[in-house]
């Protein structure tokens, strides 16, 4: 007869069998899986070095490039805008380095800067539109008509263009200098620009600004420099919007810029800025705006070319 001990025994066989196998084939298959991640592991490791040396030899070569194009280009530039005139306008983050080096090679160049117009982080605050809309309005010379749109960007650019810029058709100034300096001591007092201590009215503009807007409101920080670059083109012989790398991007001025075929058939925009080949390509473009023509240049998706 068949007791209960024997019972409990066989299922205590049963389960201990079980237990083992389970263990076993645990086991086993621990094994081959983590072999086959040990080898997936090697194989992305030496997929990172490669693309890694990769870069390396891409950095190598652009540095090397970028070398060649800051020693050739101040030959390259000779008399390209020989007896022209320039004023640049810098954006608030746009860097001190390449605002002096564009402003060297605009003299190897033959042409001459007349000076600086610094503007501020309050000029693209959205915050603030309605204000620099007002002060404009206020501060227009006699003589000078704003443009139809209502927008903060075009209409600043309507009257800081009379002021920096000469008349492309008589070469006469649009203001006189005590308006000039009214307009600016009024846009400086408003916290908009910072004032200049000379500057006189040129021919041709390079407005130079940073990388993409960020924060809050950037995709309308954007689209006012980039109405306000367009603006300054309209106001003289011609304008050149050139900015670091990401200034192509959607909240870049010259992303804005290059989403815009009415801006970009007049307003020519470089995107690498921060590279002796793109500061080249600025007075390059520079030149392009006197013949009337215009480009998008750099190495941005959107760029047609390299250099005009």
Do not use: C, W
């Not at 530039?77 to 746009?94: F, M, S």
């Not at 909240?251 to 590279?275: F, H």
């Amino acid at each position: 007869m068949i007791s209960m001990r024997y019972h409990i025994i066989t299922i205590a066989a049963v389960f201990l069998a079980l237990a083992v196998g389970v263990l076993l084939g645990s086991s086993t298959l621990s094994r081959t899986v983590l072999g086959g991640l040990s080898d997936e592991r090697s194989d992305l490791a030496k997929q990172v070095s490669d693309l890694q040396a990769q870069r390396n030899a891409l950095n190598a070569r652009l540095a090397g490039e970028d070398a060649f194009a800051g020693s050739i280009g101040p030959m390259a530039l000779r008399g390209e805008l020989d007896q022209r005139t320039v004023v640049l306008v810098t954006t608030a983050d746009a860097k001190p380095a390449d605002r002096d080096a564009i402003r060297n090679l605009i003299g190897n160049a033959g042409g001459s800067v007349t000076g600086e117009l610094q503007l501020t982080d309050g000029f693209a605050d959205p915050q603030r539109a309605d204000q620099l809309r007002d002060v404009v309005t206020r501060l227009l010379p006699a003589g000078v008509q704003l443009p139809t749109a209502s927008d903060p960007g075009t209409l600043a650019g309507g009257l800081i263009g009379s002021l920096v810029l000469i008349n492309k058709d008589t070469n006469q100034p649009q203001a006189k200098p005590a308006e000039v300096t009214a307009a600016l001591t009024g846009l400086a007092d408003g916290g908009f620009v910072r004032m200049p201590d000379k500057i006189l009215p040129a021919q041709l503009a390079v407005i130079l600004t940073g990388t993409a807007q960020s924060g809050n409101g950037a995709g309308d920080k954007a689209a006012t420099l980039a109405r306000f670059a367009t603006q300054i083109d309209r106001s003289g012989a011609g304008a050149v919007l050139a900015g670091d790398t990401g200034s192509a991007d959607g909240t870049g001025a010259v992303g804005v810029v290059r989403a815009d075929t009415a801006a970009t058939s007049i307003l020519s925009t470089v995107d690498n800025a921060e590279s002796s080949a793109g500061r080249v390509v600025t007075v390059l473009a520079l030149r392009e705006q006197l013949d009337g023509k215009s480009g998008r240049y750099g190495n941005a998706g959107n760029a047609q070319s390299v250099v005009p």
